[in-house]
């Protein structure tokens, strides 16, 4: 029932607080709300409502740290 | 970080002491049985499923208040259709459409307003069960009832937070050595939820993300930190430690937090939440909905949430238990235990 999936965001309608969010291919209105959000943001939805923004970021800062460490513990 | 080639050879070839994983998300359960995770690891290293489908921990006593709302002459139940076949203690709420109840499936439970709108003479009952992942969209429904002073709507609520549960497993007789932790709870929460547990049994909790690849990263990190009380998230990309403040805020505005009830555990202090009493006209009667009474006797559901036996050491598994005829809660819905187990293999 967590199940979440990640789209991207197409355009925005404040006055209902919705968004049109796009699922490789099909569009979808998901309800805003709980996370702050921007046309062309990549987000997760959940039962009908962004849940949070996607940051690739996030995620290549993340790699770059997990192989820093890994290099790190084959070299001691 | 290892490649993904690396990682797969070590888990198969996998010879240290053994080693039990518990995952406590539905989704990962039927994420590990889609991309047959089981079938790659060596036999040293066991997953386990645990109380990680929120349908299959609704108590009896819920599904009974639920049909009791759907048969009262003005109220309907909109509900998620994981729902309808989940047994009560006598029938469920697809059995008490036979003798007249009136039941709405729904994608979102936002849904409801215009479902409200449309029919402003009649009352609308939506059965709020989920985990912390569902709680804030609950309380942006409320927000918007509130806002747009919508009177014909109310909640009934069992919805279940994860860290007091894990707490009942950790001193369970699971022998639990690494939890796979919830993404999207995560998401709302934070990694930092899992740090007290991780702490106080000095086991690794390593948040997941739901693809094939997530999932074999995830059980690699928690085999190399076998021992290790400490919280890994190993889906950054929505994860952050502290989580969404927004959505938390939203849920503390709405929610309270309270006992619950959990089908097959029983209750655990804290481990829930209820509607504040000042939002207590949206709430449809759900404070103290805790008997949980089996339709079959010999269902052994509270045995499979508990990670104790796996589903097909239930005698009444694949006989007269499966999903064409559940007879407990985990044969249900695509998350449950039993239902992966059932048609995946
Ligand atoms: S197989 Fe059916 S009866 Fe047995 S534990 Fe699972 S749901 Fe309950």
Avoid at chain 2, 15 to 33: F, K, L, N, Q, Y
Avoid at chain 2, 93 to 109: D, F, H, I, N
């Amino acid at each position: 029932m967590c199940v979440a999936n990640t789209g991207k965001i197409l355009s925005i309608d404040s006055e209902k607080n919705n968004a049109s969010v796009d699922f490789r291919g099909s569009r979808i209105n998901a309800r805003m709300g709980l996370a702050d959000v921007k046309v062309g943001d990549r987000v997760l939805v959940h039962a009908g409502c962004i849940l949070q923004k996607v940051s690739d970021e996030q995620y290549e800062e993340w790699v770059a740290l997990a192989n820093e460490i890994e290099n790190e513990t084959e070299e001691a | 970080m290892k490649d993904l080639k690396e990682i797969i050879s070590f888990l198969k070839e996998y010879d240290g002491e053994e080693i039990r994983i518990m995952e406590i998300c539905g989704s990962h359960t039927g994420a590990i049985a889609k991309n047959g995770i089981e079938a790659m690891l060596s036999e040293k290293i066991c997953l386990i499923s645990g109380p990680g489908c929120p349908v299959c921990v609704t108590p009896s006593a819920y599904i009974d208040r639920l049909i009791e709302l759907s048969l009262e002459s003005d109220t309907t139940v909109v509900t998620f259709g994981d729902l309808l076949r989940v047994p009560g203690s006598r029938e469920s709420l697809r059995e008490a459409q036979g003798r007249g109840a009136k039941v709405k499936m729904v994608y979102s439970p936002m849904d409801i307003i215009g479902i409200a709108k449309d029919s402003p003479d009649n009352k609308f009952v939506f059965a709020a069960i989920g985990f912390e992942t569902t709680t804030p969209v609950y309380a942006l429904l409320l927000d918007t009832l509130v806002k747009e002073k919508i009177e014909n709507v109310k909640l009934l609520t069992a919805l279940k937070t994860m860290p007091e549960v894990v707490d009942v497993l950790c001193s369970g007789g699971a022998k639990i050595n690494a939890f796979i932790a919830p993404g999207h709870v995560c998401v709302v929460t934070g990694s930092r939820i899992f740090e007290p547990a991780a702490q106080k049994y000095h086991l690794p909790f390593v948040v997941s993300g739901f693809e094939g690849e997530d999932l074999l990263r995830t059980i690699y990190l928690l085999v190399q930190n076998k021992g290790e009380g400490k919280v890994i998230n190993n889906y950054p990309s929505v994860v952050s430690y502290e989580g969404n403040e927004k959505a938390q805020a939203l849920v503390e505005k709405y929610f309270t937090k309270a006992d619950a009830s959990w089908r097959g555990i029983g209750n655990v202090t804290g481990s829930g939440r209820l509607i504040r009493p000042e939002f207590s006209r949206y709430d449809a009667g759900s404070a103290g909905l805790e008997y949980d009474e089996k339709k079959n006797k010999a269902c052994s559901c509270d045995k499979v949430i508990m990670g104790l036996i796996s589903p097909e050491e239930c005698p009444l598994f694949g006989k007269i238990c499966n999903p064409g005829n559940p007879q407990g809660a985990c044969m249900v819905s695509p998350e449950g235990s039993c239902n992966t187990r059932f048609c995946m293999g």
